[in-house]
C-alpha cells in the first residue's frame, strides 16, 4: 500500500510542525489545526492543477462522515465486526477497560471466558478512534501465529507475526517475549512508542527481578493489557507487581501494601478494601458455579474383542516385552519403547510393524533378539483385517454426520485413510508436521466435503471443530492432558450441539486398564475444564508423570493381570483423593484462591448453549 | 454504513474511476478494474512500478465485490441445484462460483473451474480427490489410482455427468491447476488466465472490512483537491450576457476532541473570495448543485477580493468561535484524571528516588518516573485537533 493510502495519524505530530497553529481554546485545551492540506491546495493553485476528481471527493467525505466517531462512550468497533459475536460478559468488560479505566487493565477471566476476544475488542475500538495505532502483543512463542490469526479473522486488525527486523515497523506487531527482550530487537522496541501494548500470559512477570519483568517496565506505552487467569499463583507479591507495571502506587508502596492487606504472604486482609482497590485496574470474570458450563458430554466405551490373529500378536508382543525386562533389568528409559509397541497392537499392526523395523534396525546384527523380532513379524503378516478399523467405519456410518477420530501413530492414520476410502468413505489427514497453510486446507476439506477427519495431533493451536460433535478415540494417550486436549477441540465455546466421544478399547490388553483408569476411576471426562491441571500438577509433583507410573507399573507386574489390575487401581485412588482436595478448593489453596474468591471484580459467566 | 449505502459507494467509485463491471446484482459487483482503481487497490506496487517502467500494457485484475455477503450467498446456494440437475451441471455451477466472469470462457474449458480452491465452496465432487492427490503420502498405496471422478459417492448429480467429458476435464483441470499455481507464485492472476473463469478474488464489503476500507483510502487519496465550476441551467442565460460567477475556497474539517477517549466532529465551511463571507454547510450546498471542472461559456468571475490565507483565517476564526462555546466538563474530567494519577505516581517515586541506596539507582528511578509521567499525559491530556478532509475551490453563480 503506497504511504498516500495510510490513515493520517490523528492528532500526531505525522505533519511537518510548519503546518500546525496552536491556538487557546479553554484553560484546559488547546486547538490545534493542522494546515498542511491547505499547502498543498495553495500548491496546486500555483500550478494549476493536478485537480481530482467532484464524485471521488463527495465520496472522500461521506468515507469520513461514516466514520466519524460521534460520542466519547458508544462502542464504535462492534459496527464494523459484524463476524464477530461478543459474548455479554466480554463487551462489558471492554466498555469497562476503555471508560473506567483509561486502557490500563489486567485481564485475569477464567480460562475459557475469552481474554482474547475482551482484548481485541479494546484493541480494535482504539484503533478506529484513532487513537492507536502502534501496538506490540507479547505472548508466548507457541501462540503467536494464534494471535496474529485471531486479530486478523475476528477484528480485522492488520496484525503481523514478526520474523525479520522490518517485521517491527508495522503498526500492529505479535512476537514472543523471549525475542523481544533479546538483542538487536530490544533496542528497536524501547525506541518506539507504543500507543498499546497486551502481554498474554502476564503472570510470568510475577517477579520484579526478572528480565522480563525490567523490559516491560522500560516499554514506553499509552495504553496496556496484561491478561492472564492466575493473577496470583503463589503469594500476594505477584499481584502487586503486576499493578505496578500498569499503574505504580495503586496499592501504595510495597510496604504500604503489606501493612494494609497481607497478614500472611498467602493470606489477604482488608479484603473488601483490596476488591475495591483492585476493581479500577483488574477485570475476573468467572464461570458459573451452578452452571454447566459446556454442552454435555457422553462418553462411550466400545469394547472389542480381537480376532484371533491379532490377539496371538498382542500375546507374543507382550511376552517378548517382559523378556527384554527381564534380561535387561529395571532400566526404565531403554523399556520404554517396548511399552509404546504393546499399546501399538492395540492400535494398528502398521503401527507395530514399523516399530518393528526400527527396532530391528537398531539391534546388533549377532543379537538372538533379530530373530525374535522376525518372528513377530510372521505374526503380523498372519493379520488380514483391523478389528477397530472395521468398528469405527461402523460406527461413522451410523451417525451419518462429521466425526473426529484421533490415533496416537502415523501408521495408523495412514492406514485407516487406506482403509476409508477403499470403503468409499471420504476422510481427510490432519498432523502435527502439516504447515499452517495445509492444515487450514484439511479443516476446509473437512467443514465443507469430508465426513470424516483423522488426526494425530490435538495440541497446538489452530484446530478448532465446534461444527463437529462426534469424536472416536481411536486409541488413548496416556497422559489425561493430552485426551482433554483432544476433547477440547470439539467440546468448547461455540459448540452447540453435546459431544458424543466413543473409545475403542480392546479386551484383555493393556488398553482395557487404560481406559478403565482414565473414565471409570478418575472419570476424567466429565472434569470441569482447568480441573485437570491442577490435579496432574499435584501428582506428578510426587512419582514423575502418569505416562512413566503406567509404564513402570506395566512392566513391574511381569505379564499378571491381577497385579497389574491393583496396581492400577493404587493409582487411581491415590488420583481420586487429589481430585477431591482440589474440588474442595479453598482452605487447601488459600494463596492461589484469594483472587478467584473475589466477586466484585467481574461478573459471574453462565455459559450455556441450550 | 448499512449494505446499500455499501453497495452504492461502491458502485459510485467504480463508475467514477472507469472500472468495468461485468457482472451486478443489488448484492455484488463483478469487476474488472481500472489500471487507476488497480493501483489503488491491488497492493501490487512491483507489478505497477514493471509496467511504468517497460511501458508494457498494464493487466488489471478482475474482483468479485460482495456488498451483501447474506444474500449473495443464498442466491449462489439457490441457483445451485437447479444447475446441478442438468446433465454435467456440476461443471457449469462450478463456473458460476467463480464470478461467471467470460461465461464462454468457463463454458470452453469445462474443467478449469474444477480446480477451483475448496474455500470457493461449490465445485465439483471430484475436487474431493485433490487432498489425496496433493497431501504428502496420505494414504500408504492408493495415492496414485486416485481417478479424478473417486469422490462421486459424495456428489449423485456428478455421476450423470459423461464419462469422457470427466476424463478430459481432468486434464483441463490439471493444466489450469498449474496456471493457478503459477499464478500464486506470481503474487497476481494474469487477466487472460482470468478470462477462463479460475479464480476471481472475492473480497466482502461491509463497514468495517479491509477492501472497504482500502476503497475509503482510495476515495481520498484521489478526491483531496477539487476546482470545479458550477454548470449554469440549460437555457436560462441568454448566448448575449455573461452570468457573474464567484470563487469560493470550500473546506471540510474534522474536528477530533480526545484524552484517553475521543470523539469527532465534522464541519463544512465556505468563504467568498470575493467578499470574505463565510457559511457552514457549504459542502450540502455544493451537492444540491450541477459541477464541472471546465469553465462553462458566458461567465465572468467576480474578481477576488481578499487573499487565500485570508479566507483560510476566516475559516479558522469561525471555527473558532464555534469551538469556544462548547461545554468542556470532560476535559475538566480528563484533567482531573491526569492530576490524580500524577499524584500517585508521585507518591509512589518520591520516596524510591529519596531512599535509593546510590546516585546511579536515583538516576534511574528518576528516569523511570519521568517516563510514566510522559505516558500519563499522552494518555489523558485533553486535546483539540482540527484538520482538513478535503478542500478545493468552487466557481458558483451569482456574488455573495
Known amino acids: 500500500m503506497s504511504l498516500d493510502n495510510k490513515q493520517p495519524l490523528h492528532g500526531s505530530s505525522a505533519a511537518p510542525d510548519a503546518a500546525l497553529v496552536t491556538r487557546k481554546l479553554h484553560p484546559l485545551v488547546d486547538l490545534q489545526y493542522d494546515r498542511s492540506t491547505f499547502d498543498e491546495l495553495q500548491n496546486r493553485i500555483a500550478k494549476n492543477g493536478p485537480w481530482d476528481d467532484w464524485t471521488l471527493y463527495q465520496l472522500s467525505m461521506e468515507a469520513e462522515q461514516a466514520k466519524r466517531i460521534e460520542s466519547f462512550e458508544q462502542l464504535q468497533c462492534l459496527r464494523s465486526l459484524p463476524m464477530l459475536e461478543p459474548m455479554p460478559h466480554q463487551i462489558s468488560t471492554a466498555r469497562k477497560v476503555l471508560h473506567e479505566m483509561g486502557g490500563r487493565a489486567i485481564l485475569a477471566d477464567e480460562v475459557g471466558l475469552g481474554k482474547t476476544i475482551e482484548a481485541g475488542l479494546v484493541l480494535k475500538e482504539y484503533i478506529v478512534r484513532g487513537l492507536v495505532r502502534r501496538t506490540l502483543i507479547l505472548v508466548p512463542a507457541s501462540l503467536v501465529l494464534q494471535w496474529v490469526r485471531e486479530l486478523n479473522q475476528k477484528f480485522g486488525i492488520s496484525a503481523v507475526a514478526q520474523k525479520k527486523a522490518h517485521t517491527w515497523h508495522y503498526d500492529v506487531v505479535v512476537a514472543s517475549m523471549d525475542t523481544a527482550k533479546r538483542d538487536p530487537h530490544r533496542d528497536v522496541i524501547l525506541g518506539t512508542d507504543y500507543d498499546m501494548v497486551i502481554i498474554d500470559e502476564a503472570h510470568k512477570l510475577k517477579n520484579k527481578k526478572t528480565t522480563n519483568y525490567q523490559f516491560v517496565t522500560e516499554l514506553r506505552k499509552k495504553y496496556c493489557l496484561l491478561l492472564t487467569a492466575t493473577p496470583v499463583q503463589n503469594n500476594l507479591d505477584e499481584l502487586y507487581n503486576l499493578i505496578t507495571l500498569l499503574k505504580p502506587g495503586q496499592l501504595g508502596r510495597q510496604s504500604e501494601f503489606a501493612a494494609n492487606f497481607v497478614v500472611d504472604k498467602r493470606l489477604p486482609k482488608n479484603e473488601e478494601q483490596l476488591q475495591t482497590a483492585l476493581s479500577s485496574i483488574m477485570i475476573r470474570n468467572r464461570r458459573g458455579d451452578g452452571g454447566i458450563s459446556f454442552t454435555k458430554r457422553f462418553v462411550k466405551n466400545i469394547p472389542l474383542q480381537l480376532s484371533a490373529d491379532e490377539q496371538a500378536l498382542y500375546d507374543a508382543v507382550t511376552a517378548f516385552v517382559h523378556e527384554r525386562y527381564d534380561e535387561s533389568g529395571p532400566d526404565l528409559s531403554s523399556m520404554l519403547p517396548l511399552v509404546t509397541l504393546q499399546r501399538e497392537v492395540c492400535s494398528s499392526r502398521d503401527a507395530v510393524f514399523l516399530t518393528l523395523v526400527n527396532m530391528f534396525k537398531k539391534t546388533a546384527e549377532d543379537s538372538p533378539v533379530r530373530a525374535k523380532i522376525w518372528e513377530l513379524v510372521e505374526f503380523i503378516k498372519k493379520i488380514e483385517a483391523n478389528t477397530k478399523a472395521e468398528k469405527a467405519l461402523e460406527l461413522v456410518k451410523e451417525m451419518n454426520d462429521k466425526v473426529i477420530i484421533f490415533t496416537e501413530y502415523r501408521a495408523t492414520q495412514e492406514y485407516l485413510l487406506q482403509y476409508f476410502r477403499s470403503h468409499d468413505m471420504i476422510a481427510v489427514p490432519y498432523r502435527g508436521g502439516m504447515n499452517r497453510g495445509k492444515k487450514d486446507w484439511m479443516m476446509d476439506l473437512f467443514r465443507g466435503r469430508a465426513q470424516v477427519l483423522i488426526a494425530t495431533e490435538a495440541g497446538g493451536e489452530g484446530i478448532n471443530l465446534q461444527f463437529c460433535h462426534h469424536m472416536i478415540n481411536f486409541d488413548l494417550p496416556w497422559n489425561p492432558m493430552r485426551v482433554e486436549q483432544r476433547i477440547g477441540r470439539v467440546h468448547r465455546l461455540g459448540q452447540t450441539e453435546d459431544v458424543k466421544i466413543y473409545n475403542l478399547c480392546t479386551l484383555g490388553t493393556i488398553e482395557e486398564h487404560i481406559v478403565h483408569l482414565l473414565h471409570e476411576k478418575i472419570n476424567m471426562f466429565e472434569l470441569v475444564i482447568g480441573e485437570l491441571d491442577h490435579i496432574l500438577e499435584r501428582f506428578e509433583k510426587k512419582d514423575g508423570s502418569l505416562e512413566q507410573q503406567l509404564a513402570r507399573m506395566l512392566l513391574e507386574s511381569g505379564g499378571s493381570d491381577t497385579e497389574l489390575r491393583e496396581k492400577i487401581s493404587d493409582l487411581a485412588s491415590s488420583i481420586t483423593q487429589i481430585r477431591d482436595e482440589v474440588q474442595q478448593g479453598p482452605e487447601l489453596q488459600a494463596g492461589t484462591q484469594i483472587v478467584s474468591q473475589m466477586t466484585a471484580l467481574g461478573q459471574t459467566v453462565e455459559i450455556r448453549h441450550e | ?400
Not at chain 2, 478494474?33 to 517502467?53: G, H, I, M, Q
Not at chain 2, 503420502?137 to 481417478?147: E, I, K, N, Q, R
Not at chain 2, 471542472?293 to 483565517?313: E, M, Q, T, V, W
Open chain 2, 1 to 400: 454504513m448499512n449494505e446499500k449505502q455499501v453497495h452504492k459507494f461502491v458502485q459510485r467509485y467504480l463508475e467514477a474511476t472507469q472500472c468495468q463491471v461485468l457482472e451486478k446484482s443489488p448484492c455484488h459487483f463483478t469487476v474488472k478494474l481500472s489500471p487507476d482503481a488497480d493501483r489503488e487497490l491491488t497492493n501490487r506496487p512491483y507489478y505497477w512500478s514493471f509496467v511504468d517502467r517497460t511501458n508494457a500494457a498494464p493487466e488489471t485484475m478482475t474482483y468479485l465485490l460482495v456488498t451483501d455477503r447474506e444474500k449473495y450467498d443464498a442466491a449462489q446456494a439457490g441457483t445451485l441445484p437447479a444447475q446441478q440437475r442438468l446433465p454435467g451441471g456440476a461443471f457449469g455451477a462450478a463456473g458460476t462460483a467463480a464470478g461467471s466472469i467470460g461465461s464462454a470462457g468457463a463454458a470452453a474449458f469445462p474443467g478449469a473451474a474444477s480446480s477451483v480452491r475448496p474455500d470457493a465452496g461449490i465445485g465439483p465432487a471430484n475436487t474431493i480427490a485433490s487432498p489425496t492427490v496433493h497431501g504428502d503420502t496420505a494414504g500408504l498405496a492408493s495415492t496414485s489410482t486416485v481417478p479424478a471422478g473417486s469422490g462421486s459417492a459424495a456428489a449423485g448429480p456428478a455421476e450423470s455427468a459423461d464419462s469422457s467429458a470427466s476424463t478430459a476435464a481432468a486434464d483441463t483441470g490439471q493444466a489450469a491447476a498449474a496456471d493457478a499455481a503459477l499464478g500464486r507464485s506470481l503474487g497476481f492472476v494474469h487477466g487472460n488466465i482470468n478470462q477462463t473463469g479460475l479464480r476471481i478474488p472475492r473480497e466482502e464489503m461491509y463497514f468495517g472490512s479491509r477492501k472497504l476500507d482500502q476503497l475509503f483510502g482510495a476515495a481520498k487519496s484521489k478526491g483531496s483537491y477539487v476546482f470545479l465550476f458550477q454548470e449554469p441551467e440549460r437555457g436560462a442565460a441568454s448566448p448575449y450576457s455573461s452570468t457573474p460567477y464567484t470563487a469560493w475556497l470550500g473546506i471540510n474539517m474534522r474536528v477530533e476532541f480526545a484524552c484517553d477517549r475521543k470523539r469527532e466532529e465534522i464541519h463544512s465551511y465556505g468563504i467568498s473570495l470575493a467578499t470574505g463571507y463565510c457559511t457552514e454547510q457549504f459542502h450540502d450546498r455544493l451537492q444540491r448543485l450541477k459541477l464541472t471542472p471546465r469553465l462553462p461559456a458566458n461567465i465572468h468571475l467576480a474578481k477576488n477580493g481578499l487573499s487565500f490565507n485570508k479566507a483560510l483565517s476566516i475559516m479558522e476564526q469561525a471555527l473558532e468561535r464555534k469551538l469556544k462555546s462548547y461545554d468542556y466538563e470532560w476535559a475538566g474530567a480528563a484533567t482531573e484524571r491526569l492530576e490524580e494519577e500524577l499524584e500517585r505516581i508521585r507518591l509512589y517515586y518520591e520516596p524510591l528516588i529519596e531512599h535509593a541506596a546510590d546516585d546511579e539507582l536515583k538516576q534511574s528511578v528518576r528516569e523511570q518516573y519521568e517516563q510514566r509521567q510522559s505516558e500519563i499525559r499522552w494518555q489523558y491530556e485533553p486535546r483539540v485537533t482540527a484538520s482538513a478532509i478535503n478542500c478545493g475551490i468552487f466557481h458558483l453563480e451569482g456574488i455573495e
